[in-house]
């Protein structure tokens, strides 16, 4: 739908809360700034908040982590993109970019068991496991072991 909103232009979705609405306008003016002012589409409508079809997902990756997530990505424990990983607050571009740099790093084994939740007994990441020692998704219709997982569709990269 198409609303104005001080003074500017924005395709949104109609069923967005205000605090969700001031989120996706936030997002889409640093989108406009910083990539693209180009929308995408959904079921023919078009809308800011997503990137046109033709772009390459994630483009809302932190470029800190872009060339360690093309090495996962090309190895046997990519994942396979979201539905709407085109879209500029993916949850699934989120998780990466904040998770990426943590289980890549030095002080994983640290930082972990000071996480709410974290299993009592970890003592470390097997990092001769998985892809350095984790994998970012498991879904139905995937096989995974300790060397490999094998989605049923996975988008590889240049």
């Known amino acids: 739908m198409e609303k104005i909103i001080n ?4 395709y949104i979705p109609s069923n967005l809360t205000i605090e969700q609405e001031r989120i996706y306008c936030h997002i889409i003016d640093w989108k406009r700034e910083h990539l693209t ?14 990137f046109p079809t033709e772009t390459e997902i994630p483009t809302m990756l ?7 997530w093309k090495d996962m990505q090309n190895g046997p424990f990519g994942y396979k993109f979201h539905k709407f990983a085109n879209h500029a607050v993916s949850s699934q571009t989120a998780c990466v970019n904040l998770f990426l740099p943590l289980l890549l790093s030095d002080k994983i084994d640290e930082i972990l068991p000071n996480i709410p939740g974290c299993p009592s007994n970890l003592k470390r990441i097997a990092r001769d496991k998985l892809y350095h020692g984790f994998c970012f998704e498991y879904w139905a219709g995937s ?16």
């Open 7 to 10: 003074g500017k232009t924005y």
């Open 62 to 68: 932190y470029p800190a982590v872009v060339e360690q």
């Open 143 to 158: 096989t995974c072991d300790s060397r490999h997982c094998r989605p049923h569709r996975r988008h590889r990269l240049p």
């Open 37 to 50: 002012t180009e929308r995408g589409t959904y079921k023919g409508n078009e809308y800011d908040a997503l």
